[in-house]
């Protein structure tokens, strides 16, 4: 992201390309060791024994990876204040060792707050596809974003 964005800077529809990433086989193995320990994603055999067919991350793992995209190709060049949560993650196919996530946000809506007048909350759906172009994992969050008039 080449523009520093605030609130207003976003328009509903719009689709924001969030960048790629490749998933490594250490990368699955140490998040679940770390954070979620089944025996799918820490196991070859294990992972093809189960509905997964293999080695796979663990979904958090993918939504994480989600998250470093966001950062770096949004929210780090923004006003970005935070966000009262995640409204959806939905998971649709197993992520590999190997897989190349791309990653893209479309805005669904922006409204500014009455609560707190200088934010607004632009809510994304996020969608991280695998290298066929297949949806892995969708999500629904609404992030706070500082309006221009106050952050400068």
Do not use: Y
């Amino acid at each position: 992201m080449s523009t520093f964005r605030h609130f207003e800077d976003f328009t509903v529809g719009e689709t924001i390309d969030l960048g790629s990433t490749t998933v490594t086989r250490e990368e699955v193995l140490s998040f679940a060791r770390e954070f979620d320990p089944q025996p799918f994603h820490l196991d070859d055999e294990a992972g093809r024994a189960s509905v997964l067919g293999g080695l796979a991350a663990s979904g958090w793992h993918t939504c994480s990876m989600l998250m470093r995209l966001l950062c770096d190709n949004l929210l780090l060049a923004s006003s970005c204040n935070g966000s009262p949560g995640v409204e959806e993650v939905r998971w649709m196919r197993p992520v590999f060792p190997g897989d190349r996530l791309s990653a893209t946000a479309e805005v669904q809506a922006a409204r500014p707050l009455r609560s707190r007048p200088g934010l607004g909350m632009v809510t994304l759906v996020a969608t991280v596809r695998n290298q066929d172009g297949l949806p892995v994992m969708t999500s629904r969050n609404a992030i706070l974003f500082a309006k221009k008039d106050i952050a400068a």
